[in-house]
């Protein structure tokens, strides 16, 4: 610990904070939650505990801890699922991001590649940029308009 401790005070430092307090504080916030992990840890042993026993006056003494087995068992795999299931849509909505961005960044390198010589021509030039910018105007606040889709998550 004190390895990472001696790599903390340098970059607290860059920061104004000070060192000392500060690890004064990490220290005893490292007590206070093992504390509360230790004592979650008896809370949950006394549960299980008092739920084979339950079980075991109704179904019997070898039943009840399968019993309590299978649920534990089941309660991984739910919260395996859960988590498999929001790791996907997470990569998902990362992989829209990016392909939006992607296609943004080749739209607007097209433009740009093809600016000069579209302003060579005087008719567009008196027609067709005053068009296009009114266009893109009204694509932007189009996109202004909408919900954000990144609350829903």
Known sequence: ?????????????????????????????AVVWGVIAVLGIV??????????????LAVGPVVAPLIIAVAAA?????????????????KRREEERRRAAETSALVSSAVIG??????????????????????????LLRKADRPDDSDKA
């Open 114 to 139: 093809a600016l000069p010589l579209l302003l060579k021509s005087p008719l567009l030039r008196d027609f067709g940029v005053p068009a296009v910018a009114a266009i893109a105007t009204a694509l």
């Open 1 to 29: 610990m004190t390895g990472v401790l001696g790599l903390l005070a340098p970059l607290l430092t860059l920061f104004g904070i000070e060192t000392d307090r500060a690890i004064e504080t990490l220290k005893r916030h």
């Open 43 to 56: 809370v949950v042993v006394c549960l299980v505990v008092a739920a084979n026993a339950a079980l075991s």
């Open 74 to 90: 089941l309660i991984a795999l739910i919260v395996y699922l859960v988590a498999a299931a929001q790791d996907a849509a997470a």
